[in-house]
């Protein structure tokens, strides 16, 4: 499995995911050189051709499971899009998220339900290749969480987002 982290390039925040997920191996991506300096890149398309080529060198027959925590998701889904242009079959796209910890002492700050999460998902998703995808968090609303997952994945695979999303 490779996994993209988030836009600090905290790799850690896999370590507890890599103590359950025994099958096979973790890799994380490290935004930096051999050289250890940062990767200075112009786009999210560059940084996830520089992945994908250390992705290829280190193809060994095994299934291409790719994800990615918050940013990082933005940057697997373009190392998909460049791996299936190349005929290299992803099996698996996982999106990592959590919520963020209560940082705020401000009673009246904004608190998000998970229809609206889901709601701004799509809309980043939407963002991202250039649609208006704005969907109401009522649509989301009384269904089970899997039906709310299947129901993000068809409103992003009627947009030409040919992604898989699991629970």
Not at 86 to 104: Q, Y
């Amino acid at each position: 499995m490779f996994l993209i982290p988030g836009i600090d390039g905290n790799v850690m925040s896999f370590r507890k995911l890599g103590e359950y997920y025994t099958d096979n191996q973790i890799v994380s991506f490290l935004p930096i050189d051999s050289e250890g300096s940062v990767i200075q890149v112009d786009s999210i398309q560059e940084l996830a051709r520089i992945y994908v080529d250390d992705v290829v060198r280190s193809l060994d027959g095994s299934k291409i499971i790719i994800g990615g925590y918050s940013f990082g998701v933005l940057v697997a889904y373009e190392m998909i899009m460049l791996l299936q242009k190349m005929e290299i079959n992803v099996e698996h796209f996982v999106i990592l998220e959590r919520d963020a910890p209560e940082t705020s002492i401000d009673p009246n700050e904004k608190t998000y339900s998970r229809t609206e999460k889901l709601s701004n998902i799509v809309s980043i998703f939407g963002n991202y290749i250039g649609k208006s995808l704005n969907v109401e968090p009522a649509y989301f609303a009384e269904r089970t969480e899997k039906e709310q997952i299947q129901l993000v994945q068809e409103i992003l695979i009627q947009n030409e987002l040919e992604i898989e999303l699991n629970q």
